[in-house]
């Protein structure tokens, strides 16, 4: 995947809370100690994201967006 983003960071899913249209997730990284993002439910279940899981961070702006290759 290519994207414009030129921040990336390696995290590892710390929990997943779904909501009815937006979910959250929080990170754990080494630095900062940990990060969190906002998206829809649709991506959480597009990327199955889950609570373990290794993603890398793409920070662009206030948007903290979670890639799964």
Do not use: C, W
């Not at 983003?5 to 809370?17: D, P, Q």
């Not at 994201?49 to 948007?63: E, M, N, S």
């Amino acid at each position: 995947m290519r994207y414009g983003a030129r921040n990336a960071i390696n995290a590892t899913v710390k929990s997943v809370k779904k909501g009815d249209v937006m979910s959250l997730i929080k990170f754990e990284v080494s630095t900062p100690a940990e990060m969190a993002s906002v998206i829809t439910t649709e991506s959480v279940g597009h990327l199955k994201l889950k609570k373990g899981d290794q993603v890398q961070l793409v920070v662009k702006a206030i948007h903290v967006l979670p890639v799964k290759e």
